[in-house]
Antibody
């Protein structure tokens, strides 16, 4: 069974750094790309970027480039999302999602349970 | 402001058929496929439809998708109370060097 298990909720202060994780199981981790998706409270979904765990090639959304860092450790089957200096506006639920494809077109087929990040002084 | 446009709300009574629209442009829906996600309250999104109309195993055939030009639709027939959720459309967008874009979401209420 394919599973993406994310790290637990975090409460941080503005200016602090943070890294959250997403661990895949039940499939060959390096065979599928992983994306990160943000959902602010009561709002919709926003794509942040994706990583190919086989070679760590990363594509960022223009909206998030320079604000976050995506990485992966294929030896342990995990992807990461990190901030060097959090802001209150980073308060949101963050999901990782696996990308699969059919007939050349991609879609998010499995999602993690989400990690709630709260940034408050 | 989302790149893909969905109605903020939709409703129906049990057994009814409801449709949710998703409007885009030539750089996203017009040139790529559309996927639909269901988000039940307090849970992660779940894949409902991919490649415009294909259903993953386990998704009831009450759910169907279609696409025409730069618009897509999700139809739910035989509406059930457990269908009450937020629904999102998504597509790859070829502009700005490529990115995934979502609709703003449609909250479906089963009356």
């Amino acid at each position: 069974e394919v599973q993406l298990v994310q790290s637990g909720a975090e409460v941080k202060k503005p200016g602090e750094s943070l890294r959250i994780s997403c661990k895949g199981s039940g499939y060959n981790f390096i065979s599928k790309w992983i994306s990160w998706v943000r959902q602010k409270p009561g709002k919709g979904l926003e794509w942040m970027g994706r990583i190919d765990p086989s070679d760590s090639y990363i594509k960022y959304s223009p909206s998030f480039q320079g604000h976050v860092t995506i990485s992966a450790d294929k030896s342990i089957g995990a992807a990461y999302l990190q901030w060097s200096s959090l802001k209150a506006s980073d308060t949101a639920m963050y999901y990782c999602a696996r990308l699969d494809f059919w007939s050349g077109y991609y879609y998010f087929d499995y999602w993690g349970q989400g990690t709630l990040v709260t940034v408050s002084s | 402001q989302s790149v893909l446009t969905q109605p903020p709300s939709a409703s129906g009574t049990p057994g009814q058929r409801v449709t949710i629209s998703c409007s885009g442009s030539s750089s996203n829906i017009g040139s790529n496929t559309v996927n639909w996600y269901q988000q039940l309250p307090g849970t992660a999104p779940k894949l409902l439809i991919y490649y415009n109309y294909r259903r993953p195993s386990g998704v009831p055939d009450r759910f169907s998708g279609s696409k025409s030009g730069t618009s897509a639709s999700l139809a739910i027939s035989g509406l059930q109370s457990e269908d009450e959720a937020d629904y999102y459309c998504a597509a790859w967008d070829d502009s700005l060097n490529g990115r995934w874009v979502f609709g703003g979401g449609t909250k479906l209420t089963v009356l």
